[in-house]
Nanobody, 113 residues
Framework: EVQLVESGGGMVQPGGSLRLSCAASGFIFNTYNMTWVRQGPGKGPEWVSLINTGGSSANYADSVKGRFTISRDNAKDTVYLQMNSLKPEDTALYYC??????WGQGIQVIVSS
């Protein structure tokens, strides 16, 4: 079965950084675009970023553009999200996903003083 396991979350102060990882298994990883989605308290899901199969192209939501960087290591079946200059409004559960119906379990990111 498809498994997506996020890690690397936690609590940071505004302006800080975190690097999320998503370990994938159960499918041919390098044939799938990978996406990060987040959901803040009381909010609906928000698409954050997408990276293509080979890692040569990436797209970002305007809210994170210039601060977040998505990358992948196909040899490790892992996708990453480097988050810099974090803001309180970045507080959310972060999910990696292969599609709208296939998400991981989520990892908490809290940005607070």
């Amino acid at each position: 079965e498809v498994q997506l396991v996020e890690s690397g979350g936690g609590m940071v102060q505004p302006g800080g950084s975190l690097r999320l990882s998503c370990a994938a298994s159960g499918f041919i990883f390098n044939t799938y675009n990978m996406t990060w989605v987040r959901q803040g308290p009381g909010k609906g899901p928000e698409w954050v970023s997408l990276i293509n199969t080979g890692g040569s192209s990436a797209n970002y939501a305007d809210s994170v553009k210039g601060r977040f960087t998505i990358s992948r290591d196909n040899a490790k079946d892992t996708v990453y999200l480097q988050m810099n200059s974090l803001k309180p409004e970045d507080t959310a559960l972060y999910y990696c996903a292969t599609s709208i119906s296939n998400w991981g379990q989520g990892i908490q990111v809290i940005v607070s003083s």
